[in-house]
């Protein structure tokens, strides 16, 4: 009883609810959610799987199994009914082939993924904005940078197009400036791209190629070959470069990869 509440001129006082004030509080808050969740998941079977994030639990039902999409949602409420909790009607939902979890909307039946409307009509707004007002300063350009990584999350190649915004955070001066040009073209394909993209299918095959690339250095010289070293489909081997020969050891191995890219 002490961890939720205090005793005053010998009266006992707790809370009727979690308050996240406490480092003792985040800690219960998440054993009760793990302990429903073992709870839902001891009373189905094995082959439907059970997940939660905090207090957000779902889980999916298979196809054969469809007539029993509504078990796992009963076993949570009868759990949580014992325990003298309640589920919100507005958060809870079944039947459903389409998930949201943290802005992120998952598509069974089309197999995509993408950010949610709300979320994808805000952050466009937010890019759209600041390209018109043409000038900015560190917090909006933090703003915006932190927007569109989240949007990478489920886009194709993540990261690659944030890079001018980022080295724009990097480099910012204090106050308001124009928009540097980079930035300003990189803001230009993100509006563009918001305002077409739909989402990205999950088990669409991958527009990137691998390729096995084997280097090594040492103090003469470096090279590299690129496949299988059996039979490669391209070597290299280089002496090193005069300004380079006092370099440590790390150093040149770093130049053999940089050189074979």
């Known amino acids: 009883m002490h961890l939720l509440g205090f005793r005053y001129d010998g009266i006992h006082y707790h809370e009727n609810m979690l308050t996240f004030g406490g480092s003792s509080f985040l800690w219960l808050f998440n054993l009760v959610a793990k302990f429903l969740h073992w709870l839902v998941t001891a009373c189905l079977p094995a082959n439907w799987p059970i997940n939660h994030h905090l207090d ?8 054969l199994h469809a007539t029993h999409a509504l078990l796992p949602i009963h076993i949570l409420a009868l759990a949580v009914n014992a325990l003298g909790l309640w589920l919100s009607p507005k958060k809870t939902f079944s039947t459903s082939t389409k998930l949201k979890v943290l802005g992120v909307e998952i ?42 990584q989240f949007v990478s999350q489920v886009f194709p190649c993540r990261k690659a197009f944030l890079r001018r915004l980022y080295d724009t955070t990097c480099h910012a001066l204090p106050g308001k400036h124009r928009l540097t040009q980079p930035a300003h073209s990189e803001l230009i394909w993100w509006c563009d791209v918001l305002k077409h993209w739909s989402g990205t299918r999950v088990l669409s095959p991958s527009l990137l190629m691998a390729a096995h690339i084997w ?32 370099k440590n050891i790390c150093f040149l191995e770093a130049l053999a990869v940089l050189e074979s890219l």
């Not at 957000?56 to 196809?63: H, I, K, Q, R």
């Not at 707004?125 to 932190?146: F, G, K, N, P, V």
């Not at 470096?222 to 490669?232: M, R």
């Open 215 to 246: 280097t090594d250095a040492c103090l003469k010289g470096y090279g590299g070959y690129l496949g299988l070293n059996t039979s490669p489909t391209a070597v290299f081997a280089k002496t090193i470069p005069y300004h380079h020969c006092k």
């Open 56 to 63: 957000d639990a779902f889980s999916t039902v298979p196809v």
């Open 107 to 148: 598509d069974t039946v089309t197999q995509t993924v993408r950010i949610t409307n709300d979320q994808h009509h805000h952050i466009l707004a937010q890019c759209c904005s600041l390209l018109q007002r043409h000038s900015a300063d560190l917090l909006d350009m933090q703003w915006i940078a932190s927007l569109l």
